[in-house]
């Protein structure tokens, strides 16, 4: 047996006793559940009290069999589309490629299992140490697809998943009524393929603000079509959103490894929906189960700590003033989403989002609104 074969074994023995460590503390933090009202309508106070303690929480059963069932069927018809390699113009149908009319690039490759963010400056640098990269089998493709940004525009099913009226209500009961939009993507961990995203904490512009707070990056949604294990899913250090920029590389060395030891998974069931704070340190490790974990990520901000801010430009978003006409314009994806929901699930009560409410701005799902949402993440609100 090589070297790296042997590395290899000793990191996978090492892994799996974390893994099983970590899903133990994990179901001990009492952050899952149904989404739940108190008997004035509103998120009921005990599940935003678990996440504003833990950084994350995990609404059970969210999406049902017919929603995961569209899902799905826009998942298989994207793989379809893929380029043949990075940078093709077309499909192995020999179709134009997903995405090749797009002005932005919302493709990210990575060789499998690997770590394409880890220790490079990508990403405004905040992925500050490599993560364990395993050796893939011998007949892996030399590069995958493992994030779809603007998800929204090649994925009308996503689009729904982003108007969900529940989910919608917990958004405007963490970041306020006129909560925006941050991004939307689609994470794509394949097994024996998918790449790790190495320990980071998102969120640049706000850290050293004086009215910084535990939320003040934000959150993600993050809807599972197959659910997610301790193997395949992120992991996330209970209460890190409340302590300001953490020294990632002092807690890696201090811990011998990636393997960072207070983290525990997000782990769920197929249709759950996991929100999680922007500012918690997380990570997920490169996906060597047998599971593939396909996620739908979106994520929202208040408006407060976006409206003004110079953005230079990164992964999310073309550089520019986050003035209130640039807001106006990205938060139309949440009108059409809503709208979209509507027509495919008639019998729910819609999600009243107030910025428009307030201006009677009533946006309509139909063939313009799809083409305007081509490249439409080029104004995404990153900070």
Known sequence: MNAVAT?????????QAYLKDGERRAAELGNRGPIRRDAQGR????????????????????LKADELADIEAD?????ARLPVHRGAPLDRQGRPALAADCRSNPLMWSRPLGDPLGGTELANGRHPV???????????????VYLILGSLQFS?????????????????????????????????????????????QDGVTHWNSPDWDEGSHGFNFMAQLYGCTPANGVWVIPGSHKGGKADIRALSASAGSERLPDAVPIVCRPGDVAITNRQVVHGSFANTSADWRVTVNFGFHRRRSVLGVNSRG???????????????????????AIDARRRRFPQETPFVYQPHAQTGEHLVWDDTARAGLRDYNRLDLSI
């Open 7 to 15: 590395d290899d074994r000793l990191q996978q023995t090492r892994m």
């Open 75 to 79: 998942l298989q018809d994207i793989l």
């Open 314 to 336: 990164s992964l999310h978003g073309a550089p520019g003033l986050y003035d209130e006409a640039r807001i106006r314009e990205r938060a139309r994806a949440i009108g059409y």
């Open 130 to 144: 490599k993560m364990f990269e395993p050796t893939a089998a011998s007949d892996a493709p030399a590069e995958v």
């Open 156 to 200: 009308e099913a996503a689009l729904r998943v982003y108007g969900h009226p529940e989910l919608l209500a917990v958004a405007a009961a963490v970041n306020g009524d006129d909560f925006v939009p941050f991004n939307e993507a689609l994470f794509i961990k394949q097994p024996g393929l998918g790449a790790s995203v190495a320990w980071h």
């Open 43 to 62: 998120i009921h106070p005990d599940i935003l009290a678990a996440y504003w303690r833990c950084g994350f929480y995990i609404f059970e059963g969210v």
